[in-house]
């Protein structure tokens, strides 16, 4: 009998903002996309967890400034959950605070919302294959950051120096943006083996992403 090959299953995307007319212009850009789909709409942070169990999304597009919960408590909380939803914080509020907040609270990506809508789509299949996505404005933002929180310096040496000699390179690639086929040719091993060691260190470090691994190498001074 010949091998049927089905297509892969469509990414499926749940969209969290109070405005409707954003979540309209969203769902038909994301829905013409192909591959993807938006399964599910949400209109504040309160009513995450029950779209999340009725949709099951993959990727969770997620508005910060919502009437009743915000998008970084709801990140949080989706974040708490068994195996869950990547979450891709889409806004116009661009504050230092704004992006470390969502970013330590699980966020895999942070957009602004004049973000091109092929970038936007490109970052929800790039965070749901485990691959983290800023805005080029909010990664240089990061980078220029010097001040730290008092005694977050200490911590994350402290964190990292639990880590192997070749654990601690792949943090500095990470925190350096490389992908992990970037790190796999700059540390001569292969893509497997990459993603066996960012296991591990996650971990080890109790984190839950790459972009938490960049934040930690950035904090102790690595990046």
Known sequence: MARVNHPPRALRVLIVDDDPLVRAGLSMMINGAGGIEVVGEA?????????????????????LRMPRVDGITATGRLRERADPPEVIVLTTFDTDENILHALRAGASGFLLKDTPPARIVEAITSVA??????SPQITR???DR??????AYERARAALA????RENEVV????????NAEIATELYMTVATVKAHVSHILTKLDLDNRTQIALLAHDAGLA
């Open 129 to 134: 294959a485990g691959e983290p996505i800023l």
């Open 141 to 143: 933002r990061l980078m």
């Open 146 to 151: 010097t001040a730290v929180q008092a005694g």
């Open 43 to 63: 209109a504040d942070g309160a009513e995450v967890p029950a779209a999340a169990d009725a949709h099951a999304p993959d990727v969770v597009l997620m508005d």
């Open 172 to 179: 500095l690639a990470i925190a350096r943006g490389h992908s």
């Open 162 to 165: 639990g880590l192997s000699p």
